[in-house]
């Protein structure tokens, strides 16, 4: 699928929630913000914390990692970086759902529910509503494998490095480890096995992977509204290019197109910068990927505990740990 941006690289429902008429809106009866105010609030948050990261990715050298055996400073600011983008990402998607609640007509017989998807599913039989949660669904049970491991299961956020010796290159990557029989090893239904090892997400593939959905997901936000049978436009104006923004979709797109083993085997997402200035998403696509290179080191970066003392390797036989 491919969707595109608006001219200042934002996606199109901004625009569209600037035009709708204070009657299809109930978010005061439900103490919100006016959803233009909860998505801007959101992606602008989202945008931060990518910043932030890039900050410290762009400063990170072959050396710097190679020479002292990963870089214990640089790749632990950069998983703490990235941490936040994660968390960032699931509250885009409540602040999704906050916006889609702004749409339903108060009824006394709702049933409360803390949790904004949940209270839709109970209370916002609608067929445009229910198609929203149903085709954003996949995308929703990949960010919560994740940060409800993160936030209530004690999991942690460890790094890993393939390097490529000969080119003087690197490719980071994350993933999310638990401990499993005294050993810290990554979470089996965040991270599938591959030939029989363990895997983790590098950052070319997953920032490139979770930016299209959250275009995606206001994509489909914009149908929902289409689809309640309210008229809408996009407005054709020329709107001024931000810089700010531009530079960090640039930042994305000059991330690695070497992946790590299993991701080759998954689809591709790609971000890009079209000639008429518009942001172009796309999942699967055909964006032509580098090989990883043979022969490759790989380095992890663990947080210890202070207790555990052995973990997993990643990319290489299960039966195989390392101590702490």
């Not at 709708?20 to 602008?44: G, V």
């Amino acid at each position: 699928m491919k969707i595109f941006s608006d001219q200042q690289l934002k996606p199109k429902i901004e625009q569209v929630l600037t035009q709708i008429e204070d009657r299809f809106l109930f978010h005061q009866n439900y103490d919100l913000k006016h959803p233009l105010a909860l998505f801007n609030t959101s992606f602008n948050k989202i945008e931060e914390s990518l910043q932030d990261f890039f900050k410290i990715y762009d400063g990170i050298t072959f050396e710097q990692l190679h020479q002292t055996q990963g870089g214990d400073i640089p790749v632990r600011e950069i998983i703490k970086s990235y941490r936040a983008y994660l968390y960032s990402l699931r509250e885009y998607l409540d602040d999704c759902y906050h916006v889609v609640k702004s749409f339903i007509a108060p009824d006394k017989n709702h049933k409360d529910d803390r949790n904004q998807y949940n209270w839709l599913l109970k209370n916002a039989q609608i067929l445009a509503v229910q198609n929203f949660l149903n085709v954003t669904d996949n995308y929703k049970r990949f960010l919560d494998e994740i940060v409800n491991a993160l936030k209530h299961n004690n999991a942690i956020l460890n790094g890993i490095i393939f390097f490529d010796e000969a080119a003087k290159e690197f490719y980071l990557g994350y993933y999310v480890a638990n401990v499993v029989n005294e050993r810290y090893e990554p979470v089996q239904s965040i991270h599938a096995d591959y030939q029989g090892e363990h895997t983790a997400f590098s950052f070319g593939r997953d920032v490139r992977f979770n930016m299209y959905h959250v275009f995606a997901v206001a994509e489909e936000l914009l149908n929902m509204i289409n689809n309640l049978g309210i008229k809408v436009t996009i407005p054709t104006k020329s709107l001024p290019i931000n810089e700010k923004r531009e530079s960090l979709f640039r930042n994305i797109m000059d991330l690695p197109r070497t992946f790590f083993p299993d991701e080759y085997q998954k689809p591709v997402p790609s971000v890009s910068i079209t000639d008429n200035k518009l942001l172009k998403l796309e999942y699967p696509s055909m964006l032509s990927l580098k090989p990883l290179p043979r022969p490759h080191s790989v380095m992890l970066y663990h947080s210890p505990d202070g207790k555990t003392r052995s973990f997993a390797l990643l990319y290489y036989s299960d039966n195989k740990s390392a101590k702490i």
